[in-house]
């Protein structure tokens, strides 16, 4: 592929092109976006027709929240399309250019035009208010001359009295009517101001445009057409993993597998090949330089303590991090751009770079890469310093890693095109429907709760990593509850909840406790009993859980000595509870509660266990017990 990478951020008017043919201004077409955390890279497929020559193409209605140093154009050899330069300009409009804010605009004038009309017959009415006042001055007085020469008209006098009175309440109705209006339209226009203030975010009179200078090959004829794609990176776009999980009460599960997407790029993805992704796209393509490393000797000082690489390496990775992410994302070194991007005809590379220098200081205020390289090569010098510094082996040196940070890289494809307009609340798009081996099983821990949950545990046999994210479960159609899942590996294990099971209680009870002395130590015996009732008329497997003290880390085995004993029944063989659980001191027995087994008859079980220490000691928040 040939591509012709951003080559400055140059707001030039560029009257013609090559050989003064006019430049081909178009938009192209957006084929295909991959959303990543935070950015979003879009693909256009810009159509280049005949005749064949270098041409301008000047592809307008880039989105405000487009980012100039990702901007690039790449045609293939079948596309009949050779990259010379991509420019990117701004330039000023007297309209929005935006199809949303240009009917917002609309719609305000209308609304301004109609208080215009309002307040213009306001004015008409209080006119005629006034000239009623007038005439009333002028009837008044002649009535009473009237009057006292006996010649009053009386029938005249009553006539134009009516007139008045009706006048007068044709324009307090009117004068009514038009005050509701006023107060009608002036909330409307500053609701509409208001809309149109939240979307345009200061730069709604800008176009954004990208210039590119290309040799149009066309066919043996010298005519033809050709294609391009244009990419660019956005910000202002995000997605998270949400999941519904289904089940129909016979032991099928559904996992539906939805992104939760926002983007306000300011453009609508509108019939997009989506692509989804985890990934960090950085824009600087470059490994950063290993630089020696030189350490110099110093007098040994007494009663100083060594350096310990376990404390401090955790914050030299977080250093790391972040000089990394600037790195990533925000330098543009324009020194290493090949000298032929910069030319087109009318302008040279040099005065190019010298435009592109001047503006990318301005534009970006991110540090050189040079000084990006040289602060992660510092970080890691103090960092391998510090292990040569540390006390201990191996084992202290390596103890602590950054697994728990580390994020996964997946990409999930949608199957159809998509689209997705730009707005600020989320939208909900499924990735995929994926059908899993599942066991159910109730679950009882009475020494949290009483109640017992509906559970299943689920085989990721699907084709797709599961990021971490809240569950939404259904049960037979029902919505029964909010959850969440980790980061599920294909062929994992995970377990899923479906809510509680209102069939079912359980309980847990200290039925007796005893203490002996022997020699130095203190031995504390306790006896528990659990038990779960069954309301309903069939039998039910149960997992009852349940844990025993355990000993913190500082403490050794002989310190505090935990005996079990359950006479009664065997703790659970499952491989993988054996392997983890059990040996934190979590009790698990899997157990058949028959129906109907309630009260005096419900299903119990009885455990014991010994705890054993130094009887000069006691227990964390226990008081010493008396001898």
């Known amino acids: 592929m040939k591509r012709a990478w951003y080559a400055g951020v140059v707001c030039l008017v560029l009257a013609g092109s090559a050989f003064g043919a006019e430049a081909l201004e178009t938009k192209g077409k957006l084929d295909s976006v991959t959303v990543y955390r935070g950015q979003a890279l879009v693909t256009r497929v810009v159509a280049i027709p005949g005749p064949a020559g270098l041409r301008e193409v000047v592809v307008g209605d880039l989105p405000e929240r487009v980012e100039p140093g990702s901007l690039y154009a790449e045609a293939g050899q079948e596309d009949g399309v050779e990259i010379r330069s991509v420019l990117y300009r701004e330039r000023p409009v007297g309209q929005d250019v935006r199809a949303d804010v240009r009917k917002l605009d609309e719609q305000i004038r209308g609304v301004q035009d109609q208080l215009a009309a309002n307040q213009t017959a306001s004015q008409v009415a209080h006119e005629q208010s006034d000239y009623l006042s007038k005439l009333e001055q002028f009837t008044a007085p002649t009535a009473n001359v009237e009057m006292s020469k006996g010649v009053l008209n009386a029938e005249t006098l009553k006539t134009l009295t009516n007139y008045v009175f009706e006048q007068r309440k044709a324009i307090a109705d009117q004068g009514l009517k038009l005050g509701l209006e006023s107060r009608t339209l002036t909330e409307q226009l500053g609701t509409l101001q208001r809309q149109r203030e939240q979307i345009t975010a200061g730069s709604a009179r800008t176009v954004r445009e990208a210039v590119v200078f290309l040799n149009l090959k066309g066919g043996e004829a010298g005519a033809g057409a050709g294609k391009m794609k244009l990419r660019y990176m956005v910000d202002q776009a995000t997605w998270d993993p949400s999941y519904n999980i289904r089940a129909d009460g016979k032991g099928k599960i559904m996992v539906e597998y939805n992104a939760s997407i926002q983007q306000q790029s300011g453009e609508d993805w509108t019939d997009v090949s989506m692509t989804l992704s985890t990934a960090t796209p950085a824009l600087v393509a470059n490994a950063p330089s290993l630089l020696p490393l030189t350490v110099a000797l110093a007098s040994m000082q007494t009663g100083t303590k060594g350096v310990s690489y376990f404390e401090v390496q955790k914050e030299f990775y977080a250093k790391k991090q972040a000089i990394e992410t600037e790195r990533n994302n925000g330098t543009v070194n324009f020194d290493g751009l090949e000298q032929a991007q910069g030319n087109r005809v009318g302008g040279n590379a040099s005065n190019m770079a010298n435009a592109n220098g001047q503006l990318s200081g301005q534009q970006f205020a991110a540090k050189p890469q040079a000084d990006l390289d040289k602060s992660l090569n510092d970080i890691a010098g103090e960092q391998q310093v510090a292990e040569l510094l540390a006390h201990g082996g191996k084992d202290e040196a390596t103890k602590w890693t950054s697994k728990g940070d580390e994020v996964i890289s997946v990409t999930y494809d949608l199957a159809a095109r998509t689209s997705l307009p730009s707005r600020a609340d989320r939208q909900l798009i499924q990735v995929a429907a994926l059908p899993m081996k599942s066991e159910a099983y109730k679950l009882a821990i009475p020494v949290l709760t009483h109640y017992v949950y509906n559970e299943a545990s689920l085989v990721n046999d699907s084709k797709q990593v599961l990021l971490a994210g809240p569950v939404a479960s259904y049960m037979a159609g029902q919505f029964v509850g909010h959850g969440e899942i980790p980061t599920v590996a294909i062929g994992e294990q995970f377990t899923v909840g479906f809510g509680i099971d209102s069939a079912l209680r359980a309980s847990r009870e200290r039925m007796d406790k005893g203490e002996v002395v022997q020699g130095g130590n203190r031995m504390l015996n306790y006896t528990y009993r659990l038990a779960v009732e069954n309301f309903g008329a069939e039998p039910v497997d149960v997992r009852l859980m349940d844990r025993l003290p ?78």
């Open 550 to 627: 355990a000993a913190k880390d500082n403490l050794k085995e002989t310190d505090l000595r935990v005996t079990f004993d359950s006479p009664g029944l065997e703790l659970s063989k499952d491989a993988e509870y054996l392997r983890s659980e059990r040996k934190k001191g979590i009790l698990r027995w899997d157990v058949k509660v028959p129906g109907q087994a309630t009260g005096e008859k419900a299903f119990s079980l009885e455990y014991k266990f010994t705890v054993e220490y130094d009887k000069q000691m006691s227990l964390t928040g226990m008081p010493a017990l008396a001898k």
